[in-house]
């Protein structure tokens, strides 16, 4: 039986949790195009799992090719379809001798670098990663990858309505999950929101504005007004942007040359 990294998760999971709940995960066949129940059955007849009275406990031919499980339980953790997977980590890990924490981030470094014009993805990446820093307990990197995510949400990748653009109808906004987040990791780190403006408004001063529709200012504001619950300073922000956007893009069409007329 080949033991590949999706079949000893399995082999480990199915050993140390109620086998019938592990068994009915859709995972396995979503993600590995594994049938648990076939897996489950080959594992017991090749010597790697043996009943016991509180269910299935691992032979010491399991516990033996289930030496490197740490590194592969890392990417079933984590996983993510087309850039956290077996196939990536491997290549990347024999390239690199990268595992663990290291090897997960620096999957989804080279999936950010390639998703560098795509915001939509980009931020799917970088929530990905909170998810990765923020259950590890590396706060200080999930604080930085919050403004990173905070700053590409705060942009119109497409066409709106400037006369009626305004922040309570608009969906560009600091969610609740990000305000959240933040709110406890500064706990977790023991700063003020203070701490985190400051920090913020530095590391926007090192991140481009231009052609963006709000200023970098406006984006440090908009969060801090954000966790007051400031929607009345809020709304004045978004307006502000909507009407020099509009003010900009008719200055645009005035100074475009016309045709012509016979």
């Known amino acids: 039986m080949r033991m590949t990294p999706e079949v000893k998760v399995f082999l480990y999971m199915v050993s140390m949790a109620d086998a019938q709940q592990t068994l009915q995960d859709p995972r396995w066949f979503e993600r590995y195009h594994l049938d648990p129940q076939k897996t489950f059955t080959k594992l017991v007849d090749h010597g790697y799992l043996q009943a016991v009275a509180t269910g299935n406990e691992l032979t010491a031919k399991a516990r033996k090719v289930l030496g490197d499980i740490d590194d ?49 993805y980009l931020a ?48 560009l906004k600091v969610t609740s999950f990000e305000k959240q987040l933040l709110k406890q990791l500064l706990g977790r780190l023991n700063q003020t929101v203070d701490d985190f403006e400051m920090a913020f408004a530095q590391w926007l001063q090192t991140m481009p504005s231009h052609h963006r529709f709000f200023t970098n200012f406006e984006v440090m504001t908009i969060v801090m007004y954000e966790l007051g619950n400031d929607d009345r300073r809020l709304d004045d922000i978004y307006h502000t942007a909507a009407l020099r956007r509009l003010a900009q893009r008719e200055q645009n069409q005035e100074s475009q040359p016309h045709s012509a007329t016979v």
């Open 124 to 171: 799917l990446l970088l929530r990905h990663q909170l998810k990765l820093e923020f259950g590890t307990h590396h706060d200080h990197a999930a604080v930085h990858t919050l403004m990173q995510l905070m700053y590409s949400e705060l942009d119109v990748q497409n066409d709106v309505d400037l006369k009626s653009f305004n922040y309570h109808s608009s969906w």
């Open 72 to 120: 592969w339980l890392w990417i079933h953790e984590y996983y993510l379809p087309g850039v956290i997977d077996f196939p990536r980590a491997k290549r990347l890990a024999y390239r690199t001798d990268l595992q663990g924490y290291p090897l997960v981030q620096a999957l989804l470094d080279q999936a950010k670098s390639q998703a560098a014009d795509d915001q939509d």
